[in-house]
């Protein structure tokens, strides 16, 4: 089994992120499952190009009270062109955007949210002593 962090994520239009994420990040579609109306998306995954990946699904399909809350969410993903993938943000009107800039622990780094409120932090930094 490959080790790898997965995020997960509900959403009142799960479609529209996916497609945002996709867009907007530079996330790749792996799949999507369909309830049995084929009306909501019960169970969707997108893989990061460098490991990992978020687990998305639309909200009310599960009766549980460990059902997320939306736009809670923050996710830290490792990138090598964090400048490109900004532009990639701009261009998809990413909303919050901070632009990339030098942090003093040696990443280079932007954030931004999408539009259901979850924070977006793209790094350079992978860890102590990684980069």
């Known amino acids: 089994m490959k080790n790898a962090a997965w995020t997960t994520i509900r959403s ?23 309830t049995d109306d084929g009306r909501k998306i019960q169970h969707a ?23 997320q809350p939306l736009g809670g969410a923050a996710v830290y993903l490792v990138t090598e062109n964090p400048g490109e993938l900004y532009k990639r943000a701009v261009k998809a009107k990413a909303k919050n955007l901070r632009k990339p800039e030098n942090q003093n622990y040696g990443s280079r780094d932007f954030a931004a949210n999408n539009l259901g409120g979850n924070v977006w932090s793209f790094r350079t930094y992978s860890g102590e002593g990684s980069y």
């Open 45 to 67: 995954q997108l893989v990061w190009p460098l490991g990992g990946g978020v687990m998305l699904g639309d909200t009310g399909i599960h009766d549980s009270d460990l059902e």
């Open 12 to 34: 009142n239009d799960t479609r529209a992120l996916i497609d945002f994420l996709c867009e907007a990040f530079g996330f790749e579609e792996q799949f999507v499952v369909l």
